[in-house]
């Protein structure tokens, strides 16, 4: 089992940055590739970046693509969500998980633990 806490979310303006962090626990030896997605009021769940276990791969999806960046610490357990120019549809409830495999993937269904999500609102 692995245990994920997303911290760091909060009210900004548009045009303003925040940084997520998602802290792992329990079997964090094994290699995980790790992924943030986000919830937005009415709508599904969205996939918004992923890094490999090594952090030399990531992958995002084309409206944040120049605008966040994902990065991880192996060392701490802990992967990032770095949030700039952000705009009022990126307001969401944002959510990291991790998948029982070092490769990056898009696909919810592919991961195996998530956490309890953090707010992120983005006022215009």
């Known amino acids: 089992q692995v245990q994920l806490v997303e911290s760091g979310g909060g009210l900004v303006q548009a045009g303003g940055s925040l940084r997520l962090s998602c802290a792992a626990s329990?079997?964090?030896?094994?290699?995980?590739?790790m992924g943030w997605f986000r919830q937005a009021p009415g709508k599904e769940r969205e996939f918004v970046a992923a890094i490999n276990y090594g952090g030399g791969r990531t992958y995002y999806v084309d409206s944040v693509k120049g605008r966040f960046t994902i990065s991880r610490d192996n060392a701490k357990n802990t992967v990032y969500l770095e949030m700039n120019s952000l705009k009022p549809d990126d307001t969401a409830v944002y959510y990291c998980?991790?998948?029982?495999?070092?490769?990056?993937?898009?696909?919810?269904?592919?991961?195996?633990?998530w956490g309890q999500g953090t707010q992120v609102t983005v006022s215009s």
């Open positions: 329990g079997r964090t030896s094994v290699t995980y590739a």
């Open positions: 998980a991790a998948r029982k495999s070092p490769l990056v993937s898009e696909r919810i269904r592919e991961y195996d633990w």
